[in-house]
């Protein structure tokens, strides 16, 4: 069945990077795009960032320039790599996998990201 584990949340301090990644099983991942989210306390669940098949790229304007999505087909991973976090990057993040022809997307189960001093 299909599966995704996220790893790499951590307690990182204002202006520092974290490097997300999550790993795909149970479907062939070239096929399928890729999405990151978020989730803080009290908020709705939004779109960080969108990576297609054919490696397209999609970012929320609050993201741009600091954070890159990218995917290693090989080892079946998508990884979100951020820079520069801010406080209002505190969130759960999810990963996301979708293909036009399947009748809903798959969700992780999400890693804690805290930007904190």
């Known amino acids: 069945q299909v599966q995704l584990v996220e790893s790499g949340g951590d307690l990182v301090q204002p202006g520092g990077s974290l490097r997300l990644s999550c790993a795909a099983s149970?479907?062939?991942?070239?096929?399928?795009?890729m999405g990151w989210y978020r989730q803080a306390p009290g908020k709705q669940r939004e779109l960080v960032a969108t990576?297609?098949?054919?490696?397209?790229?999609n970012y929320a304007d609050s993201v741009k320039g600091r954070f890159t999505i990218s995917r290693d087909n090989a080892k079946k991973t998508v990884y979100l790599q951020m820079n520069s976090l801010k406080p209002e990057d505190t969130a759960v993040y999810y990963c996301?996998?979708?293909?036009?022809?399947?009748?809903?997307?798959?969700w992780g189960q999400g890693t804690q990201v805290t930007v904190s001093s």
């Open positions: 149970g479907f062939i991942f070239s096929f399928n795009g």
């Open positions: 996301k996998t979708y293909r036009s022809t399947w009748p809903s997307a798959y």
């Open positions: 990576i297609t098949s054919s490696g397209s790229t």
